[in-house]
């Protein structure tokens, strides 16, 4: 760990997500895919994720950068790595299990059209943790958006 100018401890750019040398993101498995996704989106560093999470960041770390996963991690270190990276537990959960070679289907939309969405997957994996009310907001959001763009072609 290195200090910057206000004192606070960084991961040195050799262990930072997406730091020179790092393998390309095709050549990770699906949990390395988010945790490197989630850490250059919220510009968190191991050490950040790992406090919010509880986790041990030698824990962290192993699972962001070791390729092939013997089996997936402990049900404590999901959920404790759901909360670091701020993501659904049944995100966390499949990408796991699917960088272990098996697959996890947490009532799986029929007919995925694009299985590497991410964004899709998160939003797929988070109805569940809703409040009916906020689905209910966030059906609302959708159907006014499916009626903004239905209406925008016949437009200008």
């Known amino acids: 760990m290195t200090a910057d100018a206000a004192g606070n401890r960084q991961d040195p750019p050799a262990e930072r997500p997406g730091a020179a040398g790092a393998e390309p993101e095709t050549a990770l498995n699906p949990l390395q895919r988010l945790i490197q996704q989630r850490l250059r989106e919220r510009r968190w560093s191991y050490g950040e994720v790992a406090k919010r999470g509880g986790l041990a960041r030698s824990t962290l ?25 701020d993501v659904p537990v049944s995100a ?20 995925r059209e694009r299985p590497a969405d991410q964004e899709r997957e998160l939003l797929v994996a988070s109805i569940d943790e809703l409040t009916p009310e906020d689905r209910r907001h966030v059906a609302a959001l959708v159907e006014s958006l499916r009626n903004r763009a239905a209406q925008e072609p016949g437009e200008g």
């Open 61 to 85: 770390y192993t699972l962001a950068t070791t390729r092939n996963l013997a089996r997936p991690p402990r049900p404590a270190t999901i959920d404790a790595l759901a909360k670091g990276l």
């Open 92 to 111: 966390v959960r499949a990408a796991a299990a699917e960088s272990t070679g098996l697959h996890y289907y947490d009532d799986a939309p029929a007919g």
